[in-house]
């Protein structure tokens, strides 16, 4: 006779998420009001996540898996240049649940991966009900962006030789 678990299928992947500094700050109760939210989704290699100059829908962390994050080069059609990869434990597409601008990027898999998606119309109902946890949740986006920011501004500082102009 096989034992099957129930119950547990929606709680997959909160671990990862309180892991991820996006979410770091939310409490195991907190994170796991996200799981009924959470989708999971597994894409082959060479399968296209987020095409660039789409209007994103979704957050993505990588459970398990590689992606590429690349921007075609502008003037050459079919040409990209690679920006990035990420891999597991990673995130991508968290501008999506802050905006409605086209994505800057397109994000494919290098390999079979695993992916949670946690769609945007449904993250913008569950905050719109808590109101506490929405403003952990952007808090915490803000820091995030902004980290990147200071990341971004060290990095073109590095790169001039008179500093930030």
Known sequence: MELVLTGFGELEGIELLQKIPLFSRLTYDETS???PIIQHVDVGEGAVVIEQNALGDALYVIQDGEVRVSRE???EHG??????????GELFGEMALLDD???SARVTAMRPTRLLKLPKADFEKLLQADAALAVKVYRSFCRTLSDRLRRANQMISARSPHGWS
Do not use: F, N, Q, S
């Open 33 to 35: 009001r996200l799981a």
């Open 73 to 75: 080069v502008e003037g």
């Open 79 to 88: 040409h990209d240049e690679e920006l990035g990869r990420l891999k597991t």
């Open 101 to 103: 601008l086209l994505t």
